[in-house]
């Protein structure tokens, strides 16, 4: 199949699914009390919420220049900053490409191995020419995204447990009852079926890859690339100040839960929700984000609104209102933010 159509079978997919999802989740709210509950809304605090996401961006940047660093020290803080942004607009294009469109524009921007060897080079010495390769070759820039991305996943299940662990009464049924319980039920033995058979196919192409590296140019590219993204993926053993993406993640995770508690603040019947209610909401909505519709529309603003009803009794539209600010107000960021890094890019190159 052509790729571009390819391409947009799975955007019209993803597009598709958003939509349902923004059909249920406003499905039976009333539009007057809708506009009423905005109205009455105190707009600093979602200004708060903005300002705190902004801040995570610049953290996120930050912690991830830790891990690019061993690969090429010249990474500018700059340059993670605006493909962390530019990123996020690709998202809100198709789902999940953002990630790959950051990764290749760090590798635009690295250093070549030519000016490496340059920048060390003695007057007195032999100068020996690099091959001209980027240090952060897409490969190794990839993995570091790999990495960066599977410890924010580890983070969000340790919060979700800490959540489970100490009040288990208030929001284990919600985990257990509507999102684990409905998600086993599609897990039927037939699908374990063809994901152990994907297992086995994948594990079969892999053995034959490895097996005809030498032997074959396009077996041993994908070899080579497999071995860029490890090398990416380990570069968390060769940071220099690793104490740095431990404080950045910390940091990171402290802005999401302020953007989540700003939000509360901000819809005055929701005032009274505490530290620990305002943590549930950001490990509900982030699982939300997980799933892949263009810019999470759809399905944060139904997993949000469910929470808090079943939680706390509050009204599946006023829910959908929290939602809505909370998830419009990240968009807006998100678009600003990468809208003015892509300006500045463009005009730095022109």
């Known amino acids: 199949m052509n790729k571009r159509v390819s391409n947009i079978i799975k955007y019209t997919l993803s597009l598709a699914v958003a939509v349902v999802l923004l059909y249920f989740s406003f499905k039976g709210v009333k539009w007057s009390d809708f506009v009423k509950g905005l109205d009455n809304c105190r707009w600093e ?23 690019l660093l061993p ?33 290749g524009f760090v590798t635009k921007n690295s250093a070549s191995d030519t000016t490496a060897s340059d920048s060390v080079a003695d007057a007195g010495s032999t ?23 599977s410890w924010d996943v580890v983070v969000l299940f340790l919060l979700l447990l800490v959540l489970l662990v100490f009040d288990w009464q208030r929001f284990g049924g919600f985990f257990s009852e509507k999102m684990l319980k409905p998600l086993s039920a599609r897990l039927n033995f037939s699908l374990w079926w063809i994901v152990a058979a994907l297992t086995l196919a994948l594990a079969l192409f892999v053995w034959i890859v ?15 690339f497999f071995v860029g993204i490890g090398q990416g993926i380990v570069s968390c053993l060769h940071m220099k100040h690793a104490w740095r993406f431990f404080l950045y993640t910390a940091l990171i995770w402290l802005m999401y839960w302020l953007m989540s508690a700003s939000i509360a603040w901000a819809v005055p019947e929701m005032s009274y929700l505490g530290p620990m209610d ?65 300006v500045q890019e463009t005009l730095k190159k022109s």
């Open 45 to 67: 605090f979602i200004l708060v919420s903005m300002v705190g996401g902004v801040v995570a961006f610049y953290l996120r940047g930050l912690r991830w220049r830790e891990l």
């Open 127 to 149: 100068h020996i020419a690099g091959s001209g390769k980027k240090l952060a070759s897409y490969d190794k820039v990839l993995g570091t995204v790999v990495l960066e991305r």
């Open 210 to 224: 490895i097996k005809l590296r030498h032997r074959s140019k396009v077996c041993g590219k994908i070899c080579a």
């Open 71 to 103: 690969v090429d020290p010249s990474t500018k803080r700059s340059t993670t900053f605006n493909a962390i942004n530019i990123g996020y607009l690709a998202n809100f294009v198709f789902p999940r490409i953002g990630e790959f469109v950051r990764c």
């Open 278 to 342: 305002a943590l549930f909401l950001m490990v509900a909505g982030s699982l939300g984000w997980l799933i892949p519709v263009p810019g999470g529309f759809g399905a944060f603003h139904y997993i949000v609104a469910l929470a808090l009803s079943t939680i706390y009794g509050v009204p599946f539209s006023l829910g959908i209102i929290f939602a809505t600010l909370s998830h419009e107000s990240q968009a807006i960021t998100m678009i600003v933010c990468g809208g003015a890094s892509y």
